[in-house]
Nanobody, 129 residues
Framework: QVQLVESGGGLVQAGGSLRLSCAASGRTFNPYGMGWFRQAPGKEREFVAA????????YYADSVKGRFTISRDNAKNTVYLQMNSLKPDDTAVYYC??????????????????????WGQGTQVTVSS
């Protein structure tokens, strides 16, 4: 069974940067896609970024486009989220997710949390003003 472990969260000042990592362990890892979602206190979980594993095509929420970059290292079974120009509104628990069973989907598919079947435990990101 695949397990996802996030790391890299922490406290940073507005304008700063963080890089989140999500390492997959378990059986042979070949997801259809990987995504990052976040949930702030009192709010619903929202899409942040996703990557189609085979083609490296990426998708972003409008709120992070131009500031965040998702990438993956196939050899390490790891997906990253580089977050630059952080804002207090970016404060949330960040979750990575894997779609291990999908085989077809476009932009909207990758932005839906229900497209993903495996989730990490989350890592806290706090941006101070």
């Amino acid at each position: 069974q695949v397990q996802l472990v996030e790391s890299g969260g922490g406290l940073v000042q507005a304008g700063g940067s963080l890089r989140l990592s999500c390492a997959a362990s378990g059986r042979t890892f070949n997801p259809y896609g990987m995504g990052w979602f976040r949930q702030a206190p009192g709010k619903e979980r929202e899409f942040v970024a996703a990557i189609r594993w085979s083609t490296r095509v990426t998708y972003y929420a409008d709120s992070v486009k131009g500031r965040f970059t998702i990438s993956r290292d196939n050899a390490k079974n790891t997906v990253y989220l580089q977050m630059n120009s952080l804002k207090p509104d970016d404060t949330a628990v960040y979750y990575c997710a894997a779609d291990l069973q999908g085989y077809y989907g476009g932009t909207s598919y990758f932005k839906m949390s229900r497209s993903y079947d495996t989730w990490g435990q989350g890592t806290q990101v706090t941006v101070s003003s």
